[in-house]
């Protein structure tokens, strides 16, 4: 299987090193569980590999070149993010939210294929009902589908 991400003597923080050291690769279909207690880093490493956070030391690539080679554009393209605390406008359509997760690639396909990927998001995650209904209206659980 294909490495997507490898991390080799990251480190890492914002004003201070709060993770130091860390090495591993994540390889294609593989899923990485970040967990710890508040403060320690978790959300920090992820925005490093977004992008948004310079590391202190060490190397990030992803599909086998630096990570540094891939502007904002094209990263958005691999990198999805969904914090914490996001805020959404409860009047959105589920169907419109998931079409958000499309936006860095409507230049580069059809509209028709975009539609035809988010019809397949939506079934695999089990929401044919829920597409038509407004994000306010979910409960917590529906909405973290």
Do not use: W
């Not at 590999?49 to 080679?69: A, D, W």
């Not at 690639?105 to 539609?115: A, E, I």
């Amino acid at each position: 299987m294909k490495e997507v991400l490898t991390i080799k003597g990251l480190s890492l923080g914002i004003k201070t090193e709060l993770v130091r050291d860390i090495s591993f690769s994540l390889k294609e279909k593989e899923f990485l569980a970040i967990v710890g207690p508040n403060g320690c880093g978790k959300s920090t490493f992820i925005r490093t590999i977004m992008g948004t956070v310079n590391i202190f030391s060490g190397e990030l690539s992803f599909l086998g070149k630096p990570l540094s080679i891939y502007n904002h554009k094209m990263r958005s393209r691999y990198i999805a993010f969904m914090g914490q605390n996001n805020t959404v406008d409860p009047q959105m359509r589920v169907l419109d939210y998931i079409s958000l997760g499309r936006f860095p690639h409507f230049h580069y396909s059809t509209r028709q294929y975009d539609n035809e990927c988010i019809t397949r998001v939506i079934v695999e995650l089990g929401l044919e009902t829920l597409r038509e209904q407004k994000v306010g209206q979910l409960s917590g659980g529906e909405f973290q589908r």
